[in-house]
């Protein structure tokens, strides 16, 4: 089970949380101009990564806040010396 | 209860495949050992006389997710294209022993899928409905049949998740994975396919859109059309041609039990409280979990999945309260949005995938072989093949077997 340090309430069992998947993908800005391929990308394709993988966490049976973090999909290790926010 | 194995686990044959060195080109390379890397490679050479063929495997042949499943086999998917290909593999598996020449232990004992709630009735009923229509064996079960079938399912109402029926395929069942993988592998190696084992590919060279050949561990290697089998690793071996695909890579746990004395007579899945349970011909019970639900490659699982999928386990059949877990452990499974497959070419030509199988990859493994092979002896998808193409996540013509399938789809 993975240890997870949730930035509002410090290390917690994964049992706690649920996971979002990859961080940082940002809705089309102007989404009336996207094509289909385009539309695609953004709906269905995500990073898939051997290593370092920032992604999104939520705290569901805790604060119900979400947060990023950085793990390594190899070992498991979280990287972030400090979660963020 | 603990029983000795089976004295009727057949013998294997003397010979089972050479171990040549790569020759300089081929006219199929194709980047993965497993299963469904095996069966294409066979097929191709039954199939379609293309005989100058190597399956480069970067561990030993099998030894991923073919070697780390739970050996189930069905055909009862709602869709009609996720029926017509897991029929098409199941009448494969059907031939598969006389075919091939080896005892694949194959086992037709049935498999049924719980219902515990007036949802998963309404569900079930609905895929047997279309499973029939289909032209495939389906039947639903009440409690007394299920009794029928097999008896240590607990039908008792004081329980969380009461059984209120059940799907059933009696077609379906289980067969020994290590001898499926065994026996492709001896005969795509008799018809001249050389399996190479150690070989990782590290690099597709594209040359003007065109894959021309791979770089491996153990030198580089024309080709004059390669097709990427590796599940687990899909979508990092894809990259190295500059091809995106819409998969994740999450652990699928399972484990199995002790050794012990025949007494579960078919295969029993529960979506709903999610555990799926046979007993495999030495006596091992095996049991699944659904996938932990974070990426990770790490062929490893969190704790609270196995405990989870054990509760299930002991509440469906109290009679395993005392059996003793023996080992746990975890595939890699690329899962696509829609949990289907994605099969055929891709932006770069000359390159073709076969992978997002999921959690479902060993029941396919003839038909995913089949298609594949008919893929690149022509370069067009194969008929059953078509409707898994990439496309399908621009176009929007998904093929969505998350819920109706079964467990973790």
Redesign the interface.
């Known amino acids: 089970m993975l240890l997870i340090t949730c930035p509002h309430c410090g290390p917690r069992d994964e049992v706690e949380f649920r996971y979002g998947g990859q961080a940082g993908v940002a809705s089309p800005a102007d989404p009336e101009a996207l094509d289909d391929a385009t539309w695609a990308r953004y709906v269905f394709f995500r990073d898939n990564p051997k290593g370092p993988f920032a992604e999104r966490w939520v705290h569901a049976a805790g604060c119900r806040r979400w947060f990023d973090a950085v793990r390594d999909t190899v070992t498991n290790q979280f990287l972030d010396p400090e979660p963020r926010r | 209860m603990a029983a000795t194995p089976s004295p009727h686990l057949p013998d294997h044959p003397a010979h089972l495949w050479r171990n040549p060195d790569p020759k300089p080109a081929y006219d199929v390379v194709i980047v993965g050992g497993g299963g469904h890397g095996l069966a294409t490679a066979y097929y191709l050479a039954k199939n379609h006389g293309i005989t100058n063929v190597a399956v480069l495997e970067r561990g030993w042949l099998a030894g991923g997710n073919m070697a780390r499943n739970t050996a189930i086999i069905r055909s009862n998917y709602l869709w009609d294209e996720s029926a017509a290909i897991y029929e098409h593999s199941l009448k494969l598996w059907e031939e598969l022993p006389a075919e091939l020449d080896y005892d694949i232990l194959f086992s037709q004992r049935g498999v049924m899928n719980l219902a515990h709630s007036l949802g998963d009735v309404r569900a079930g009923q609905r895929r047997v409905s279309a499973n029939r229509l289909n032209g495939l064996d389906g039947e639903w079960l009440e409690p007394d049949d299920i009794a029928r079938i097999c008896p240590i399912v607990n039908l008792s109402s004081d329980v969380r998740y009461p059984v209120l029926g059940a799907t059933f395929q009696p077609r379906g069942g289980i067969a020994k994975h290590d001898h499926v993988a065994w026996a492709y592998a001896r005969a795509a190696d008799a018809l001249g396919v050389d399996l190479i084992q150690g070989c990782e590919v590290t690099g597709i060279d594209v040359a003007d859109g065109r894959a021309v050949g791979v770089q491996t561990s153990r030198g580089p290697i024309s080709a004059g059309r390669v097709a990427i089998v590796a599940a687990g690793?899909a979508?990092?071996v894809a990259a190295m041609a500059g091809v995106?695909?819409?998969?994740?890579?999450h652990p699928l746990q399972a484990l199995v039990s002790e050794l012990l004395e025949p007494i579960h007579p078919t295969v029993v899945m529960s979506n709903a409280v999610h555990v799926y349970v046979s007993q495999a011909h030495k006596g091992e019970l095996v049991m699944g979990a659904g996938i932990d639900?974070?990426?990770?490659?790490?062929q490893r699982g969190?704790?609270?999945v196995i405990e989870h999928q054990l509760a299930a386990a002991l509440e469906l059949f109290p009679i395993f309260a005392r059996a003793h877990v023996l080992r746990t452990w975890a595939g890699i499974v690329d899962v696509a949005?829609d949990a289907s497959p994605i099969i055929g070419p891709t932006p770069v030509d000359e390159l073709f995938v076969n992978c997002g199988w999921g959690t479902g990859g060993f029941k396919a493994t003839p038909a995913s072989g089949w298609v594949m092979a008919a893929t690149l002896a022509t370069g067009e998808p194969q008929e059953l093949a078509r409707p898994y193409a990439l496309e399908r996540?621009?176009?929007g013509a998904l093929i969505d077997e998350h819920g109706a399938a079964g467990v973790a789809h």
């Open positions: 690793h979508s990092l995106a695909l819409p998969l994740q890579s639900s974070y990426n990770s490659y790490a969190s704790f609270h949005p996540f621009t176009t």
